[in-house]
């Protein structure tokens, strides 16, 4: 079984500050880990993923997460923050590079940017 | 570009009608899609599996009377609201991977469903 928890619903930094998004997951098999970014009544867009390659995996828009197997964690970060970064955030997990297999979800954070 | 196009993307709708959503994958073929539904400032909840050419695989909880899935060709899959009422009112995406040496998947862009 796998899952994810996503520490912290709401962060609220200011433009410029350095954006840290919480992620812890469980799983039994080597995981595949996602962020995601959604804005309102959108879909959901990859920042990044990782598939055992890396652990430092660089993401678009800015956006980097390390993997760190004795942490079971995948945090996201970006140095510093844009106003239009403001967004729900959603990290998933899946079991490997299987097609049938869907994403598990955390509960999503919502970053708000203040000027 | 979107590579997975889900249709439509906001619906309104009577209670006791039906309500079909399409999700189509663009420039690759899909055996397996997933469709998820999203309540406000909730995460996303998959529902259920759907497998082209078989039975779609549901979640534990949900109707699968009510939420009709058809995976008729290995690029579109419908979800069929049937006899909706206000509680099915959501946000409803689906999610396509692409696989290959780096399977990937990808999400439409939702659906908001509200039914009246």
């Known amino acids: 079984a796998q899952s994810v928890t996503q520490l912290g619903s709401h962060v609220s930094v200011s433009e410029g500050a350095l954006v840290l998004l919480r992620c812890n997951y469980s799983s039994s098999v080597p995981p595949y880990l996602f962020w995601y970014v959604q804005y309102p009544n959108q879909g959901l867009q990859l920042l990044l993923k990782?598939?055992?390659?890396?652990?430092l995996v660089k993401g678009i828009n800015g956006f980097e997460a390390e993997f760190k197997k004795s942490e079971t964690s995948f945090h996201l970060t970006k140095p510093s923050a844009h106003m239009s970064d403001a967004a729900e955030y959603f990290c998933?997990?899946?079991?490997?590079?299987?097609?049938?297999?869907?994403?598990?979800f955390g509960k999503g954070t919502t970053l708000s940017v203040s000027s | 570009g979107a590579v997975v196009s889900q249709h439509p993307s906001r619906v309104i709708c009577k209670s006791g009608t039906s309500v079909k959503i399409e999700c189509r994958s663009l420039?690759?073929?899909?055996?397996?899609m997933f469709w998820y539904r999203q309540f406000p400032k909730k995460s996303l909840m998959l529902m259920a599996t759907?497998?082209?050419?078989?039975?779609?695989?549901?979640e534990q909880g949900v109707e699968k009377d009510k939420f009709l899935i058809n995976h008729a060709s290995l690029t579109l899959s419908t979800l069929t609201v049937t006899s909706a009422h206000p509680e099915d009112s959501s946000f409803y995406i689906c999610?396509?991977?692409?696989?290959?040496?780096?399977?990937?998947?990808?999400f439409g862009q939702g659906t908001r469903l509200t039914v009246v």
């Open positions: 420039d690759f073929q899909a055996t397996t």
């Open positions: 998933a997990v899946s079991g490997g590079n299987q097609a049938g297999t869907a994403l598990i």
């Open positions: 999610s396509a991977p692409r696989t290959g040496r780096d399977t990937e998947a990808f």
């Open positions: 990782y598939t055992s390659a890396a652990t």
């Open positions: 759907s497998n082209e050419g078989s039975k779609a695989t549901y």
